[in-house]
């Protein structure tokens, strides 16, 4: 697995002041995604905007609720009931690497 280009392009859609990453990934995700050494398993959770397998996997938990977020396109306080209640059994990630 690769963790760490995982994280690396999550935390880059929200992160970047610039806003063209995060519309490239919202109209074309698999474009966007070919510019990182992701497995399949990876690209898919990406693309599929699979939370919890992404968190299950170990993407960094605050960078992940960024992403969620920016994509949801909803304000913290209100996305956060829901991106909690969809993680709550999962646990506590692993930070293998």
């Known amino acids: 697995m690769s963790l760490y280009q995982t994280n ?8 970047n002041n610039d806003t063209e990453p995060l519309r490239r990934f919202k109209e074309e995700p698999e474009e966007y995604l070919k510019g990182f050494d992701l497995t ?21 938990p605050f960078i992940l609720q960024t992403f969620a977020c920016k994509l949801a396109n ?17 646990g506590s990630p692993s930070y293998e690497t």
């Open 8 to 15: 690396k392009a999550v935390k880059l859609l929200p992160h």
């Open 40 to 60: 399949d398993e990876e690209r898919q959770g990406l693309m599929d905007r699979n939370y919890a397998k992404l968190y299950s996997m170990g993407v960094q």
């Open 74 to 90: 909803e304000p913290l306080i209100e996305f956060m009931p829901k991106y909690t209640a969809l993680l709550k059994d999962l």
